[in-house]
């Protein structure tokens, strides 16, 4: 599966993921619309294939960004053509960039300007988003001053321009809670959620508390839709408790995933995703994590069975040589 990656990045971001959910979605095939009360970067919706969808966010920089996307007034060229200026400046500006960073930054939080956020989305700090109290961008600068090159610039514009072609009149963007979205689902139509992961890196504006997961499971259950759920099972350190205390009632498959984003060292090492799904998982692998690890292992087996051969074979080389001799 070919993925459409889209044009805002920010860290937990679905895309190595997109063929394993769609796989999952394709075992009911649902007839209805694409329901996503967590829409994030839009990653899973842009891959999904509907005509028809929900689509909201409690961000409403990025439902703003999209919306823009969808009626036109963020077009390819427009971004183009903001990026090369943007570049211009960058590249020149004084203490390695920064002080345009800065003046972007600023003039964000004041205005809310979409293409700034698109602007500070791919030259913060690696690659995070985050929003501090009053709404106002918190992440600093990656400190590449020639961040913006042309080929950058022409993969964000090739990436805004694929955006465009599959969001239709017929998606609706919302900004509300998902509490509110989630009601409006029909048996027909199938609900992907990607919340905040909890008691890992939120946001501000996707803040999330036990209160928030135990809601949502109440609101999920009673739903007439099929829903799959995006949440994390376990990583080297812990498990998740809400997958005990809620989860655990529907089927659940999960996988091995890379997360590499945020400064804490927890955040960069392998964590087990689940998929929660309120139907069965036929011709689905139920659990594949631990395969790396018994990869690593296969691999040092062969590496060892390697270094043996080449021993041997030396010492055979050696006995050879101290015999004629």
């Not at 190595?16 to 394709?26: E, F, G, Y």
């Not at 961008?137 to 072609?165: G, S």
Request: net charge positive.
């Amino acid at each position: 599966m070919k993925v459409i990656v889209p044009p805002i990045k920010s860290q937990g971001i679905k895309t190595k993921l997109v063929p394993w959910i769609m796989d999952i979605v394709k075992i009911v095939q649902p007839e209805g619309r694409w329901i996503e009360p967590f829409l994030g970067t839009g990653v899973v919706a842009f891959n999904s294939g509907f005509k028809h969808s929900i689509l909201n966010d409690t961000n409403p920089h990025i439902i703003n960004f999209y919306r823009g996307i969808q009626d036109g007034t963020i077009t390819p060229v427009i971004v183009k053509h903001y990026l090369e200026q943007a570049n211009s400046k960058l590249s020149s500006a004084d203490e390695n960039g920064y002080t345009y960073f800065r003046e972007v930054r600023d003039r964000f939080n004041k205005e809310f300007a979409p293409l700034d956020l698109l602007f500070l989305s791919r030259a913060g700090f690696n690659g995070m988003m985050r929003f501090g109290g009053k709404g106002n961008w918190n992440i600093p600068f990656c400190k590449k001053p020639n961040r913006f090159a042309q080929a950058y610039i022409t993969k964000i514009v090739n990436q805004v321009a694929k955006a465009k072609t599959v969001i239709t009149d017929n998606w609706t963007f919302t900004n509300k809670s998902f509490a509110d979205i989630i009601p409006l689902a029909m048996e027909d139509d199938i609900i992907y959620c990607d919340p905040p992961y909890y008691g890992r890196y939120v946001d501000y504006y996707n803040g999330w508390k036990e209160q928030d997961e135990e809601l949502l499971f109440n609101l999920l259950s009673e739903t007439k839709a099929k829903f799959i759920l995006s949440t994390w099972h376990h990583n080297d350190w812990r498990e998740n408790d809400m997958i005990k205390k809620f989860w655990d009632k529907f089927n659940i498959v999960t996988k091995d995933h890379f997360y590499h984003s945020g400064g804490n060292i927890e955040n960069r090492r392998t964590i087990v995703e689940a998929l929660v799904c309120n139907f069965e998982l036929n011709n689905i692998q139920q659990h594949n994590h631990g395969q790396l690890a018994k990869n690593r292992i296969e691999q040092l087996k062969i590496f060892e069975f390697a270094e043996e051969q080449r021993s041997t074979a030396l010492t055979s080389s050696l006995v050879k040589v101290i015999g004629h001799r």
